[in-house]
């Protein structure tokens, strides 16, 4: 998906022999960065080959789906290869809990906050608790991947097909690929370049995930079969070769670490080295290769080259002439490399007085680079006092490009006393002079990183002086420490109901574990089939100058450039007044003024993928005009032309009630303040894809989108088609969260308008890099706030300004939703909320799960915590005092919730715990939050159209509902629904791809009700069924089900049914209640978080299928987790362009961001009468919750803030990455206390 080792999805298991043992090895890697050739003479098993519905599914597989680790889909099989591997890897040891959750760390799954995968795959280790054991299979049992050629077993290995081999002189060769069997072989080919050849090594290839646009080269060199560079000394000095992976690296040094006294550290090293990237990349990652981008890439933050330099490694060279030298890592920076190969590095052996310790301060817990990393190293000599003998090693990464060792700051430590507070606090003046960080759009500030830097030093020198520092400080020697993850899943099922209520497994979710389950891009390309790419635009606000796209054009397989002047279509996606709230046309392809970099210019039609991409590059844009970009929402707030206020669905919305001045008048204490919510990316791991193919009559179109209405109007305005000439179908969505409804139809147009104007079928599949660019997210948020309360802390007036930006254009605003949200729970005698929606010069934003509540929710919770503080009062009390109780029974149930999580949660015991623990750490502190949460489904104005199809011989049933099956599980859901109407077994329904015909005039799939309306027609369609049928059945009482339908068939009975549901059903709506309790802990010397625990408990009604609702639970909190805390995008100020694109720069949560203890409960006994079958919606309001992530957080920052002397109230955005945790927590060097 990402292309660049960074999420997962494409994880294969690659097993080859040993270049120096000929031993076969195993092991996970990303097939993303494995070029074709460096495979030959491995074997690659990919998910379809261990296991699929003919032969049997793999075990690997069928716990996956049965234990609910499958949504949306896209992310399983690069899970179960990850497992996989691992346990190909390990079938003689066993694996444990803990290598399972690390093996996880480079896949992302946006669907299901991990848990559940977790969960399924930690049944297959050694040490699992009985309970999990349980449910799996005799490790033993677990077999071999299916050979595709035999069908059978793999025996583990291949006979050759004989590719082709093409012998220059003794060296493989093909093409400008070459691959040496020995150093000899190496030398002299690289001897034969000469300087004027551009040549790559290739080792795990890895280093194109991080640097891409190195190259092009004349020629690679594979150098994975050189026998020298894998060779490994464990003698004194410890010697490991270049080619060695990071893997193999890390388990030798783990390894030697506990047996060899001279390499008592190596165990040090082997941790740090664990937080490179991922296990795929480290399996495939060299040494050398790692060391040579720190070489060609100064600013490269290398946790290798900081371990190795922190002990004095040396690097081992030879030049094609065969001249050795050995180098320090400094003077290797200075050398040429042109013809030189990384032999090895030696690691000297030191003796137990040395201290070392490395760090790596990254921002998410893992898979991601380095904002700072740091190594100090000293020997001490403990007889007097705590002497530093000689010159400690004192070495920072991520800090400015020329800076490795602190000089200065080593010169001045040499030989001084440690515990000496005084040399200690000269020492971080020295630092504080020497280190001079550069700044970095994308880094965190300089203050950040010199102040973490020095709290880094502070750290090591707090691990030597051990307890001759005050106990309070001690913490700061240690690091946040995570426990295996543990998960409760608690609800209630009534087998009466069954199948409906009854926890189910996604019907799909086998096929998805083992890749049989079929998404957009799967459908197989036309022989005459063209691809396109998007040329987008680099700078905002300004205008196009020209675009010349000759030079792409002369690139052999160039077909067409398309942009707004050369098609004779219309160039419309949205339209203004459309659906969703949609105030402004947006343009297909840019006509003249471009409203933010990133936006479509034109596409490049061409016979390949690759072709395309490489001619879009080639295309040349000059612009005019250009103006600074307004990118933030008060910079717009400034121009009255990019605000209004927010007119969703009729007039000006303005919430209001009671005389709010009067009420600010009477009030005791009046707050102002302000607060912002950033965008969020929404990750789909499926990026958008759209396969249009003219027909006869029109243009079939195969599209990833939630609004299948949407695609098909879009696309019959613009070619000028009748609507029904326009068919769309749908399998499935590899997520989409919201962001596959309007950009969806982008997409889809330029397609469409491609297919249209080339006659041929086109495909356009984007790039994670160029979806990052072309399209929004999240809207952003702004709130101004006023709030009052009487003497005894009771709300008497609120008044905020609540501002959405819409990025581009005044499109799918959703401050009207958070305006409608933004009372949640609570009472206040007056208040007036006004939605505004701003335009900034940023990629048009679009709804994102949850959109506008989970910012109502969250400025309306931050105002309470902002008048409990200026007040006093605990947060809790103060919510409890001002709940809305004024309502009926159920809108009352919102203080049962809350008694109930705080009773089940043990927060007051927990809340005490927190206190004590904060008092004595000045460096650690702990925050518990507990969140209340109302999400009235008032209405349902949605169309769906249910299609139910019983066919004669068998009864077998086909079902084609009109939501979009995108993971969650509606198909499930529907089926379950079916089963139980016409009372048969699952097995027999089969849920179809939703297309235009059968769901003519649909609405999108969205807004979590999607799979009730769904049910709800589902029933009415069987429940038709079911009434056109019991004439037959009274007649034959007896009869099975398949006798029953087959003699309806022969009484000519019409076995199709079709419901329509429109807001004509009057199905009544509900209120959904929910609260969660949060727990985190920060280390406040570096603003790394950790979350300790959560508890949600939420009332989904009587749950159509519980298994889904607490998958849906699970995945919206963590989604929450990242909005809240890491998903971060920057802009470049001067072009506007998004910077925080691909996994490198933008950070969803991983496996180990999740709360290391995570209990959902769903309401018991909670079954609604207004709710479809009794149950309620889930997909969204876990998500309103998750900002009690940022509540506990700062609940712990107000520990730290107490400590720095300033306990007053402070504004806490979101998201609150450590950075900002940092600067909130007010740390800086002059607190560096030893008592
Ligand atoms: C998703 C991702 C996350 C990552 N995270 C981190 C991280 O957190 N910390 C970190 O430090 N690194 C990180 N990395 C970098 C990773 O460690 C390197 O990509 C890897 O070690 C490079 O090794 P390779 O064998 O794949 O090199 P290749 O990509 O094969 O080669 C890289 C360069 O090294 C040269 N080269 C290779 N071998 C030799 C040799 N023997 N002699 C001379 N030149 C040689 C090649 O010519 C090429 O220029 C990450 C990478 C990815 C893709
Ligand atoms: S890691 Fe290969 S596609 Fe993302
Ligand atoms: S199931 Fe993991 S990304 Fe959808």
């Known amino acids: 998906m990402c292309r660049e080792g960074g999420c997962g999805a494409c994880v294969v298991t690659l097993s080859n022999n040993d270049p120096v043992t000929g031993n076969k090895q195993c092991r996970a890697v990303n097939s993303c960065l494995l070029p074709l050739l460096s495979c030959h003479g491995?074997?690659?098993?990919?998910?379809?080959?261990?296991?699929?519905?003919?032969?049997?599914?793999?075990?690997?597989?069928?716990?996956?789906?049965?234990?609910?680790?499958?949504?949306?889909?896209?992310?399983?099989?690069?899970?179960?290869?990850?497992?996989?591997?691992?346990?190909?890897?390990?079938?003689?040891?066993?694996?444990?809990?803990?290598?399972?959750?690390?093996?996880?760390?480079?896949?992302?799954?946006?669907?299901?906050?991990?848990?559940?995968?977790?969960?399924?795959?930690?049944?297959?280790?050694?040490?699992?608790?009985?309970?999990?054991?349980?449910?799996?299979?005799?490790?033993?049992?677990?077999?071999?991947?299916?050979?595709?050629?035999?069908?059978?077993?793999?025996?583990?290995?291949?006979?050759?097909?004989?590719?082709?081999?093409?012998?220059?002189?003794?060296?493989?060769?093909?093409?400008?690929?070459?691959?040496?069997?020995?150093?000899?072989?190496?030398?002299?080919?690289?001897?034969?370049?000469?300087?004027?050849?551009?040549?790559?090594?290739?080792?795990?290839?890895?280093?194109?995930?991080?640097?891409?646009?190195?190259?092009?080269?004349?020629?690679?060199?594979?150098?994975?079969?050189?026998?020298?560079?894998?060779?490994?000394?464990?003698?004194?000095?410890?010697?490991?070769?270049?080619?060695?992976?990071?893997?193999?690296?890390?388990?030798?040094?783990?390894?030697?670490?506990?047996?060899?006294?001279?390499?008592?550290?190596?165990?040090?090293?082997?941790?740090?080295?664990?937080?490179?990237?991922?296990?795929?990349?480290?399996?495939?990652?060299?040494?050398?290769?790692?060391?040579?981008?720190?070489?060609?890439?100064?600013?490269?933050?290398?946790?290798?080259?900081?371990?190795?330099?922190?002990?004095?490694?040396?690097?081992?060279?030879?030049?094609?002439?065969?001249?050795?030298?050995?180098?320090?890592?400094?003077?290797?920076?200075?050398?040429?490399?042109?013809?030189?190969?990384?032999?090895?590095?030696?690691?000297?052996?030191?003796?137990?007085?040395?201290?070392?310790?490395?760090?790596?301060?990254?921002?998410?817990?893992?898979?991601?680079?380095?904002?700072?990393?740091?190594?100090?190293?000293?020997?001490?000599?403990?007889?007097?006092?705590?002497?530093?003998?000689?010159?400690?090693?004192?070495?920072?990464?991520?800090?400015?490009?020329?800076?490795?060792?602190?000089?200065?700051?080593?010169?001045?430590?040499?030989?001084?006393?440690?515990?000496?507070?005084?040399?200690?606090?000269?020492?971080?003046?020295?630092?504080?002079?020497?280190?001079?960080?550069?700044?970095?759009?994308?880094?965190?500030?300089?203050?950040?990183?010199?102040?973490?830097?020095?709290?880094?030093?502070?750290?090591?020198?707090?691990?030597?002086?051990?307890?001759?520092?005050?106990?309070?400080?001690?913490?700061?020697?240690?690091?946040?420490?995570?426990?295996?993850?543990?998960?409760?899943?608690?609800?209630?099922?009534?087998?009466?109901?069954?199948?409906?209520?009854?926890?189910?497994?996604?019907?799909?979710?086998?096929?998805?574990?083992?890749?049989?389950?079929?998404?957009?891009?799967?459908?197989?390309?036309?022989?005459?089939?063209?691809?396109?790419?998007?040329?987008?635009?680099?700078?905002?606000?300004?205008?196009?100058?020209?675009?010349?796209?000759?030079?792409?054009?002369?690139?052999?397989?160039?077909?067409?450039?398309?942009?707004?002047?050369?098609?004779?279509?219309?160039?419309?996606?949205?339209?203004?007044?459309?659906?969703?709230?949609?105030?402004?046309?947006?343009?297909?392809?840019?006509?003249?003024?471009?409203?933010?970099?990133?936006?479509?210019?034109?596409?490049?039609?061409?016979?390949?993928?690759?072709?395309?991409?490489?001619?879009?590059?080639?295309?040349?844009?000059?612009?005019?005009?250009?103006?600074?970009?307004?990118?933030?929402?008060?910079?717009?707030?400034?121009?009255?032309?990019?605000?209004?206020?927010?007119?969703?669905?009729?007039?000006?919305?303005?919430?209001?009630?009671?005389?709010?001045?009067?009420?600010?008048?009477?009030?005791?204490?009046?707050?102002?303040?302000?607060?912002?919510?950033?965008?969020?990316?929404?990750?789909?791991?499926?990026?958008?894809?759209?396969?249009?193919?003219?027909?006869?009559?029109?243009?079939?179109?195969?599209?990833?989108?939630?609004?299948?209405?949407?695609?098909?109007?879009?696309?019959?305005?613009?070619?000028?088609?009748?609507?029904?000439?326009?068919?769309?179908?749908?399998?499935?969505?590899?997520?989409?969260?919201?962001?596959?409804?309007?950009?969806?139809?982008?997409?889809?147009?330029?397609?469409?308008?491609?297919a249209y104007e080339l006659s041929k079928p086109v495909r356009i599949s984007l790039d994670l890099d160029s979806n990052m660019a072309l399209v929004g997210g999240r809207l952003p948020y702004y709130c101004q706030y006023k709030a009052g309360t009487d003497k005894d802390g009771v709300i008497q007036a609120v008044d905020m300004k609540i501002v959405s930006d819409c990025g581009g254009n005044f499109n799918e605003g959703t401050a009207f939703f958070a305006a409608s949200f933004a009372k949640n729970c609570y009472a206040a005698k007056s208040w007036k909320f006004t939605p505004f929606l701003a335009k900034t010069d940023t990629p048009s934003n679009t709804y994102c799960r949850a959109p506008g509540t989970t910012q109502g929710i969250a400025i309306i919770e931050n105002l309470i915590e902002h008048l409990a503080k200026i007040r006093q009062e605990d947060p809790l009390e103060f919510r409890l005092k001002n709940l809305n109780t004024s309502g009926n029974e159920e809108a009352n149930s919102m203080r049962k919730i809350i008694d109930e999580v705080r009773r089940s949660s043990e927060f007051d015991k927990r809340l005490g715990e927190i206190k004590e623990f904060n008092s004595n750490n000045r460096w650690k502190k702990r925050g518990i939050n507990l969140l209340p949460m109302v999400y009235p489904v008032e209405s349902f104005p949605f169309r769906y159209n249910v299609l139910v199809a019983i066919h004669h011989e068998g009864g077998s049933v086909a079902v084609s509902h009109g939501g979009i099956e995108c993971g969650q599980g509606i198909n499930t859901k529907v089926t379950q629904v079916v089963a139980r109407e016409l009372g048969i077994d699952i097995s027999l329904i089969s849920v179809k791809p939703t297309n235009t015909l059968t769901n003519t005039n649909g609405s999108v799939t969205g807004g979590s009700v999607t799979s009730e309306m769904n049910c709800y027609a589902a029933m009415k369609a069987c429940q038709d069924l079911k009434n056109r049928m019991l004439p037959i059945k009274e007649k034959l009482p007896d009869a099975s089900w398949s006798e029953l339908v087959e003699q309806c068939f022969n009484s000519n009975i019409d076995l199709t049914a079709r419901h329509y549901y429109t807001s004509d059903d009057k199905v009544r709506g509900y209120i959904i209640h929910g609260a969660t309790v949060s727990e985190v802990e920060v280390d406040v010397l570096t603003g790394e978080k950790l979350l300790r625990r959560v508890d949600i408990l939420e009332d989904a009604g009587q749950s159509l299928s519980p298994l889904i609702d607490i998958g849906q639970i699970e995945g919206a909190f963590v989604m929450g987790v990242g909005l809240w805390t890491s998903e971060k995008i920057t802009y470049d100020p001067h072009t506007g362009q998004k910077l925080s694109r691909g996994t490198w720069n933008y950070k969803p949560p991983v496996n180990s961001d999740i709360p290391m203890d995570f209990r959902i409960t769903m309401l018991k006994n909670a079954a609604h009468p207004n709710g479809i079958l009794r149950s309620k919606a889930t997909g969204e309001p876990p998500l309103c919750m998750s900002v009690s992530v940022l509540f506990a957080l700062r609940s712990a920052v107000d520990a730290a803030r107490s400590d720095a002397g300033n306990p007053g109230w402070y504004r806490m955005d979101g998201p609150a990455t450590i950075d900002k945790l940092h600067k909130m927590m007010l740390t800086n060097s002059a607190q560096y206390l030893f008592q």
């Open 42 to 754: 491995s074997e690659i098993t990919t998910v379809e080959g261990i296991g699929n519905k003919k032969d049997g599914y793999h075990p690997v597989q069928s716990q996956l789906a049965d234990m609910n680790g499958s949504q949306c889909g896209y992310c399983s099989p690069g899970m179960v290869m990850s497992m996989y591997s691992l346990l190909q890897k390990n079938s003689g040891a066993g694996v444990t809990m803990k290598e399972i959750e690390s093996s996880l760390g480079g896949n992302i799954c946006r669907c299901t906050g991990y848990r559940p995968i977790m969960d399924a795959f930690k049944t297959f280790a050694k040490d699992a608790p009985q309970e999990l054991k349980s449910r799996c299979v005799d490790v033993e049992d677990l077999g071999n991947a299916i050979c595709p050629k035999t069908g059978s077993a793999c025996q583990g290995h291949c006979e050759s097909n004989g590719l082709a081999k093409v012998v220059d002189g003794e060296i493989f060769k093909m093409g400008n690929w070459y691959r040496p069997e020995s150093l000899e072989q190496l030398m002299a080919l690289l001897s034969s370049f000469g300087r004027e050849v551009k040549y790559r090594l290739v080792a795990g290839n890895t280093g194109t995930g991080v640097y891409k646009d190195d190259g092009p080269y004349d020629v690679y060199v594979d150098i994975n079969k050189i026998g020298d560079l894998y060779q490994v000394s464990k003698e004194s000095p410890l010697i490991i070769g270049g080619g060695i992976n990071l893997t193999v690296m890390q388990e030798t040094l783990s390894s030697i670490g506990s047996t060899n006294p001279d390499y008592w550290y190596a165990v040090t090293l082997a941790e740090h080295i664990e937080k490179i990237g991922s296990v795929p990349v480290r399996n495939a990652g060299s040494i050398a290769g790692n060391l040579m981008m720190k070489h060609g890439h100064r600013e490269f933050p290398s946790d290798l080259f900081i371990v190795l330099e922190t002990v004095g490694a040396k690097i081992t060279i030879i030049s094609c002439k065969r001249e050795i030298q050995q180098l320090t890592l400094e003077q290797f920076l200075e050398t040429d490399m042109n013809g030189q190969i990384i032999l090895h590095v030696t690691l000297p052996p030191l003796s137990t007085d040395h201290i070392i310790k490395t760090f790596k301060i990254m921002p998410r817990s893992c898979n991601a680079h380095a904002y700072i990393n740091a190594g100090f190293c000293a020997k001490i000599s403990r007889q007097e006092n705590i002497r530093i003998v000689g010159k400690p090693t004192i070495i920072f990464g991520g800090i400015r490009t020329s800076l490795v060792h602190a000089i200065e700051t080593e010169n001045f430590l040499a030989d001084k006393f440690l515990d000496d507070e005084m040399t200690f606090q000269n020492a971080l003046k020295m630092l504080d002079q020497e280190l001079c960080p550069e700044e970095h759009l994308l880094n965190p500030d300089s203050d950040y990183l010199k102040t973490v830097a020095q709290g880094l030093f502070y750290k090591f020198v707090l691990t030597i002086i051990g307890d001759k520092a005050a106990p309070e400080f001690r913490s700061g020697a240690l690091n946040l420490e995570r426990k295996m993850m543990s998960g409760k899943q608690d609800y209630d099922t009534d087998s009466k109901e069954w199948p409906v209520n009854q926890p189910t497994i996604k019907v799909e979710a086998r096929a998805q574990c083992s890749g049989e389950a079929k998404y957009i891009d799967d459908i197989p390309v036309c022989s005459d089939e063209l691809f396109g790419v998007f040329v987008l635009s680099t700078v905002a606000n300004c205008y196009i100058d020209q675009i010349d796209a000759s030079d792409a054009l002369k690139i052999d397989g160039v077909v067409a450039f398309l942009e707004a002047k050369s098609i004779k279509t219309d160039n419309l996606f949205v339209f203004a007044q459309g659906a969703f709230d949609s105030q402004n046309n947006e343009e297909v392809f840019c006509s003249g003024k471009v409203l933010y970099a990133g936006q479509s210019l034109g596409l490049i039609v061409a016979s390949s993928q690759s072709i395309a991409a490489r001619a879009a590059k080639l295309v040349r844009i000059t612009y005019k005009d250009h103006q600074k970009p307004v990118l933030t929402i008060k910079e717009a707030m400034k121009n009255p032309e990019r605000t209004m206020i927010h007119a969703a669905f009729g007039p000006p919305n303005v919430f209001d009630a009671g005389d709010v001045q009067g009420g600010f008048s009477s009030s005791e204490t009046v707050i102002e303040g302000e607060f912002e919510i950033g965008t969020q990316y929404h990750f789909y791991m499926e990026t958008l894809v759209a396969v249009c193919v003219p027909v006869e009559d029109g243009m079939n179109i195969y599209c990833s989108t939630q609004d299948q209405d949407a695609v098909q109007n879009a696309v019959a305005r613009c070619l000028k088609l009748h609507k029904a000439q326009v068919n769309v179908e749908t399998r499935r969505l590899g997520g989409s969260y919201g962001g596959k409804i309007s950009r969806s139809t982008l997409v889809a147009t330029a397609c469409a308008i491609a």
